[in-house]
């Protein structure tokens, strides 16, 4: 109940700067309701932002956020962005998105459709984030999931990555997957926090031999959350 008087308190009075910003008040308020288990526990909703954020297909149309979205990880790994950081020309990578959106065999690579996660006031990308069609190889049973994603470093702590996972899973089951796999490196916290937050079921952990990072494997039943 003391964060509960704290949010109060701040909405009444406006005091303490750090939430002021509305966007961050309703961060406030979905990690209040998440530790008091007040949303569906199958499948919690990160609601009260969704209309603020939406996910697009790539296009030329964004191709300045894109490239101000990848230089903004110029010194840290872009987790979610099906490739980006290896492109110099945004066009390039459109091209190879079409390829990589084709089922194919499973020899023959993995099948994913990506998103870019919009903020619709300022229409500025502050995430990105894929879907993988298939968990057809042992890397993306065991390590990566059905869904990779990142939130832009400058928009962090502001519950996006909530909103966008929660999005994604939506994606997830317009393509017909029912049960979603979504890992996280044991020591992300934030991350495993955004899974949690979405009705995230642990079931193992499992070594990443490319990183040696132990991955905690969660599944979400995005039908019984629908």
Request: charged residues 25%.
């Amino acid at each position: 109940m003391e964060r509960l008087t704290m949010i109060i308190l701040l909405v009444v009075n406006n005091g303490g700067r750090r939430y002021y910003n509305l966007e961050n008040l309703a961060t406030m308020i979905i990690d209040f309701t998440d530790e008091l288990n007040l949303l569906p526990p199958k499948r919690k909703r990160a609601n009260l932002m969704v209309e603020n954020l939406i996910l697009v297909r790539p296009s030329l149309d964004w191709e300045e956020e894109l490239l101000a979205y990848k230089d903004a990880f110029k010194d840290e790994h872009m987790h979610g962005g099906a490739g980006l950081y290896q492109f110099d020309k945004v066009s390039d990578w459109l091209a190879y998105l079409e390829k990589l959106e084709m089922d194919k065999p499973a020899e023959e690579g993995w099948t994913a459709t990506a998103f870019l996660c919009i903020r619709q006031s300022d229409k500025r990308m502050v995430g990105i984030c894929n879907v993988r069609h298939h968990l057809n190889s042992l890397e993306l049973f065991n390590v990566s999931g059905h869904i990779g994603y990142s939130i832009r470093p400058d928009e962090r702590q502001k519950g996006y990555a909530k909103v966008q996972l929660h999005l994604a899973l939506s994606e997830a089951q317009k393509l017909g997957i029912d049960k979603v796999l979504v890992t996280c490196a044991d020591w992300n916290i934030g991350s495993e926090r955004t899974i949690l937050a979405n009705g995230g079921v642990y079931e193992d952990s499992r070594l990443d031999e490319s990183t040696g990072d132990l991955m905690k494997r969660y599944w979400i039943d995005v039908a019984e959350g629908a």
